[in-house]
């Protein structure tokens, strides 16, 4: 890891309990003060242009003057820097953000919180010289692009429900490609489904609008994002240290400072939206920073699992529960439990450990149930967010998710939930390839032993359809057990057997009765008594061959 020589100064032993390399930890940035950049890291990017190559962009919350910082004490959080401070730590940054533009043939820098940083466009002017252009906005953002790179036909600036944005509508200059970028520095929300749909409006095409245009959406987005879609290795990927003001309020008794990942960038080509990659950028050298420590060695809390902000549309269409998108999961339960403030989407910590998070509402008795079913279930986390009000939330792990689809059900309409089931398991019996030619080639005994199968399971099912539709768990588990017992005279090898319905469902044809797995119709029924009995945990379901 590249670090400026200065940082070598500083007690290795609090270098050792910074949140990221490149933050100092509040003792330092009280003693070094001339050490401190921001308390945001900057973050490249790049662009694709069809025909030409991708711009480079560099993003980076300052830090503004007499702002709540994340890299000082909360009791003196507004008086942690003088006037002469402020102007000499602009000047380190715009002398960093020069090196990072040197080093990567930067074209594109976009500039956040620079509210009452009067002396600060000077300071940037002076840094980057006539080759640029630089736009002001008056609600705290700077957006600058290089000359030869682009014109710049018209910028607009817009605030939105605290969302506030920098739009420069520019043109690629060797291709004539309209590039609309949007500047963002969001408003704070802990769950990011409006920052989700502002921008997606933000990056759709309008009507009549040029069908090659790209757009983009980089900056600090006061919610959480994550350095790529589909890079999910284990490390640390802090771009920012929340006000210890904010954390001070959490209660926090291990580490007065909590990073945060809320830098973001995100393209729609041809109306396709995809998360673009980026990397961090060492203050003063403008190279990429990582961090080489092993993540145990990291101060971070692993459990705290955040949403993220889940638009990459390659990314959404591979994350499903129930075979459905998540955004259909979510409309479908709100629907179903009559419930609108259920969220379901992407959360992550800070390590990228990503998980599919579910809010529900404060009274929810659906969650309460949940989190008894799955208390100290590896894979699965519960936590109240305090956001505009306290909501319960889960965080589960990617491959325990048709878990909570299954409890869900079971806890809350258990009768649809187990006809679906049923049907999904008759239309594997029947329709697949496989299992016909299995039949076909098995014995006349095994043939109506198969069919004998599908015919009990179809008498099941139809005692569900007509139980009651609000059956609880109990009494459906009880017309279960009964047409279990239930017997039946059958041939196997020439010979008359009575079997219970329950065993005949257990019955495995030939080449796989000695295969090691159960049937999957007893594995169907063996999950059936196990979710609708309260008594019961939880697991995962075994597979099976029917």
Same mark, same amino acid.
Request: aromatic letters at 8%.
């Given at each position: 890891?590249?670090?400026?020589?200065?940082?070598?100064?500083?007690?290795?032993?609090?270098?050792?309990?910074?949140?990221?390399?490149?933050?100092?930890?509040?003792?330092?940035?009280?003693?070094?003060?001339?050490?401190?950049? #921001?308390?945001?890291?900057?973050?490249?990017?790049?662009?694709?242009?069809?025909?030409?190559?991708?711009?480079?962009?560099?993003?980076?919350?300052?830090?503004?003057?007499?702002? @709540?910082?994340?890299?000082?004490?909360?009791?003196?959080?507004?008086?942690?820097?003088?006037?002469?401070?402020?102007?000499?730590?602009?000047?380190? %940054?715009?002398?960093? &953000?020069?090196?990072?533009?040197?080093?990567?043939?930067?074209?594109?820098?976009?500039?956040?919180?620079?509210?009452?940083?009067?002396?600060?466009?000077? !300071? *940037?002017?002076?840094?980057?010289?006539?080759?640029?252009?630089?736009?002001?906005?008056?609600?705290?953002?700077?957006?600058?692009?290089?000359?030869?790179?682009?014109?710049?036909?018209?910028?607009?600036?817009?605030?939105?429900?605290?969302?506030?944005?920098?739009?420069?509508?520019?043109?690629?200059?060797?291709?004539?490609?309209?590039?609309?970028?949007?500047?963002?520095?969001?408003?704070?929300?802990?769950?990011?489904?409006?920052?989700?749909?502002?921008?997606?409006?933000?990056?759709?095409?309008?009507?009549?609008?040029?069908?090659?245009? %790209?757009?983009?959406?980089?900056?600090?987005?006061?919610?959480? #994002?994550?350095? =790529?879609?589909?890079?999910?290795?284990?490390?640390?990927?802090?771009?920012?240290?929340?006000?210890?003001?904010?954390?001070?309020?959490?209660?926090?008794?291990?580490?007065?400072?909590?990073?945060?990942?809320?830098?973001?960038?995100?393209?729609?080509?041809?109306?396709?939206?995809?998360?673009?990659? @980026?990397?961090?950028?060492?203050?003063?050298?403008?190279?990429?920073?990582?961090? =080489?420590?092993?993540?145990?060695?990291?101060?971070?809390?692993?459990?705290?699992?955040?949403?993220?902000?889940?638009?990459?549309?390659?990314?959404?269409?591979?994350?499903? !529960?129930?075979?459905?998108?998540?955004?259909?999961?979510?409309?479908?339960?709100?629907?179903?439990?009559?419930?609108?403030?259920?969220?379901?989407?992407?959360?992550?910590?800070?390590?990228?450990?990503?998980?599919?998070?579910?809010?529900?509402?404060?009274?929810?008795?659906?969650?309460?149930?949940?989190?008894? $079913?799955?208390?100290?279930?590896?894979?699965?986390?519960?936590?109240?967010?305090?956001?505009?009000?306290?909501?319960?939330?889960? @965080?589960?792990?990617?491959?325990?998710?048709?878990?909570?689809?299954?409890?869900?059900?079971? %806890?809350?309409?258990?009768?649809?939930?187990?006809?679906?089931?049923?049907?999904?398991?008759?239309?594997?019996?029947?329709? $697949?390839? @496989?299992?016909?030619?299995?039949?076909?080639?098995?014995?006349?005994?095994?043939?109506?032993?198969?069919?004998?199968?599908?015919?009990?399971?179809?008498?099941?099912?139809?005692?569900?359809?007509?139980?009651?539709?609000?059956?609880?768990?109990?009494?459906?588990?009880?017309?279960?057990?009964?047409?279990?017992?239930?017997?039946?005279?059958?041939? %196997?090898?020439?010979?008359?057997?009575?079997?219970?319905?329950?065993?005949?469902?257990?019955?495995?044809?030939?080449?796989?009765?000695?295969?090691?797995?159960?049937?999957?119709?007893?594995? &169907?029924?063996?999950?059936?008594?196990?979710? *609708?009995?309260?008594?019961?945990?939880?697991?995962?379901?075994?597979?099976?061959?029917?």
């Amino acid at each position: 890891m590249a670090a400026h020589p200065e940082h070598f100064k500083i007690n290795m032993d609090l270098q050792s309990k910074r949140l990221h390399p490149c933050f100092l930890t509040i003792a330092e940035a009280k003693d070094h003060p001339e050490l401190v950049y #921001s308390d945001h890291l900057p973050i490249l990017t790049e662009i694709p242009v069809p025909g030409a190559k991708p711009v480079k962009a560099i993003s980076l919350n300052v830090l503004g003057p007499m702002s @709540f910082s994340g890299l000082h004490d909360a009791t003196t959080n507004r008086e942690w820097e003088t006037p002469e401070q402020t102007t000499a730590r602009y000047q380190r %940054i715009a002398q960093g &953000l020069k090196q990072a533009i040197n080093l990567h043939d930067t074209s594109l820098l976009l500039l956040q919180e620079t509210t009452g940083a009067k002396d600060f466009p000077d !300071i *940037l002017y002076q840094q980057l010289g006539e080759g640029w252009h630089i736009l002001i906005d008056e609600d705290g953002l700077i957006s600058c692009y290089k000359l030869d790179r682009f014109t710049n036909p018209s910028a607009t600036s817009a605030v939105y429900q605290n969302h506030r944005t920098h739009s420069l509508n520019l043109i690629e200059l060797s291709t004539a490609t309209p590039l609309v970028v949007h500047n963002v520095w969001g408003a704070s929300n802990d769950f990011g489904d409006g920052h989700e749909q502002y921008y997606r409006d933000l990056l759709a095409l309008k009507p009549g609008e040029d069908p090659s245009t %790209i757009k983009v959406v980089v900056g600090n987005s006061n919610c959480r #994002s994550t350095p =790529s879609p589909t890079d999910l290795n284990q490390r640390n990927i802090i771009t920012g240290v929340i006000s210890t003001d904010l954390t001070k309020l959490r209660n926090r008794t291990t580490n007065p400072q909590l990073g945060d990942h809320s830098e973001c960038a995100f393209v729609s080509i041809a109306g396709k939206i995809h998360q673009l990659c @980026f990397d961090t950028l060492h203050f003063a050298t403008g190279k990429i920073v990582t961090d =080489s420590r092993d993540c145990n060695e990291i101060p971070q809390e692993p459990y705290l699992y955040r949403p993220i902000l889940f638009l990459d549309a390659d990314y959404i269409s591979r994350i499903t !529960i129930a075979h459905m998108s998540l955004q259909n999961y979510q409309n479908y339960l709100q629907e179903e439990l009559q419930d609108n403030q259920i969220l379901v989407g992407m959360s992550s910590n800070t390590l990228n450990d990503h998980r599919i998070f579910f809010r529900f509402s404060s009274d929810s008795a659906v969650y309460e149930q949940l989190v008894m $079913t799955f208390k100290n279930q590896e894979g699965i986390h519960a936590r109240i967010v305090k956001s505009s009000q306290p909501f319960p939330c889960l @965080f589960i792990a990617i491959d325990k998710i048709e878990l909570i689809h299954q409890a869900i059900h079971n %806890i809350q309409f258990p009768r649809r939930y187990w006809i679906e089931q049923m049907n999904l398991h008759l239309q594997r019996s029947t329709h $697949t390839f @496989f299992k016909g030619w299995s039949i076909l080639t098995a014995s006349k005994d095994e043939q109506d032993l198969h069919q004998a199968k599908i015919d009990k399971l179809e008498e099941l099912k139809r005692a569900f359809e007509t139980a009651w539709l609000t059956a609880s768990a109990e009494e459906l588990l009880e017309i279960k057990n009964t047409w279990a017992k239930k017997v039946a005279d059958y041939t %196997i090898g020439g010979q008359k057997v009575t079997l219970t319905n329950m065993e005949l469902m257990a019955y495995k044809r030939g080449p796989q009765r000695n295969n090691g797995k159960p049937a999957a119709s007893a594995t &169907l029924l063996a999950n059936m008594e196990r979710l *609708l009995n309260p008594s019961s945990a939880i697991s995962t379901p075994a597979a099976g061959n029917n």
